[in-house]
């Protein structure tokens, strides 16, 4: 059996993915297939449900690209359908105090460890009910808890965030916490990357994988270079984006157009 991803990391391996914003089966399946280590379907901001989540990640099943869903919001029943419907982890956005990075591991873990409400012998994550105690050892070591620090207040409770027993990684949320530092849309402003140092050099002494996305002005290298653990630097609606502006630049330039 391949290695999780949280494992992985764990063994020093820098892993890298991307967001899915359009939820396509086609688009994510193309994705996947180049070679992304994982892929973070977003339920927070992406327009779409879960029955679209599954949809993205059974076009990505056969790939090594590992499923994530960065849910809604820190609520137990999100994470439970988001782990039954096959993600691999969880991201968990504006994880404010240990009391709530407590709550996200608990609702990511079978009892004893946890809530999560056990439906393990119907639930896609476990084919179904196929060999589904098998699933819930498995997925009992490679769940990936991720909780996002992106406020003032995360800042506040920083340490005790980052000692709770269970959470795996903290995601630095630059764009939001620049916002709520009073400096919105200045990822890279100098009183964002004190604070964004502040956090990196509190997981990394608490042995919290760490993980983000580039900046402006801090690039996947650079991130990398400061001892990241997992960078999700593209996104296949950015992509789509960026290749239609350039591709009608391009045609407008050959028909002699500004």
């Not at 820190?74 to 982890?89: C, H, P, S, V």
């Not at 196929?130 to 699933?135: I, N, P």
């Not at 070591?141 to 003032?152: A, G, K, Y």
């Not at 009073?182 to 990357?193: F, I, K, N, Q, T």
Request: hydrophobic share 50%; with cysteine; charged share 20%.
């Amino acid at each position: 059996m391949a290695q999780s991803l949280k494992a992985r990391m764990r063994a020093g391996e820098a892993v890298n993915g991307f967001w899915v914003e359009l939820f396509s089966p086609i688009g994510a399946e193309v994705m996947a297939a180049a070679g992304y280590d994982c892929a973070m379907i977003d339920l927070e901001h992406g327009a779409a449900d879960l029955g679209d989540a599954v949809a993205v990640m059974q076009a990505m099943t056969g790939s090594a690209c590992t499923p994530l869903v960065r849910v809604p919001a820190n609520d137990a029943a999100w994470i439970k359908r988001a782990l039954d419907a096959g993600a691999q982890g969880v991201m968990v956005p504006a994880v404010n105090s240990a009391a709530e990075a407590e709550a996200a591991v608990a609702a990511c873990h079978y009892a004893p460890r946890g809530l999560r409400g056990m439906a393990a012998p119907i639930v896609r994550a476990a084919r179904y009910g196929v060999d589904w105690r098998a699933y819930v050892e498995e997925i009992a070591r490679s769940v990936l808890v991720i909780c996002q620090v992106e406020t003032q207040a995360a800042l506040d409770d920083l340490p005790a965030i980052a000692a709770v027993d269970g959470l795996d990684m903290i995601f630095i949320g630059p764009f939001d916490l620049s916002a709520s530092l009073g400096y919105l849309g200045e990822p890279d402003h100098p009183h964002v990357r004190q604070a964004i140092a502040r956090v990196e050099a509190t997981a990394k002494a608490e042995g919290v994988l760490l993980g983000g996305i580039p900046t402006p002005e801090r690039s996947a290298r650079d991130l990398y270079a400061a001892g990241y653990d997992m960078v999700i630097g593209d996104g296949d609606l950015v992509f789509l984006r960026e290749g239609a502006r350039l591709g009608v630049a391009a045609l407008r330039e050959a028909a002699g157009r500004k």
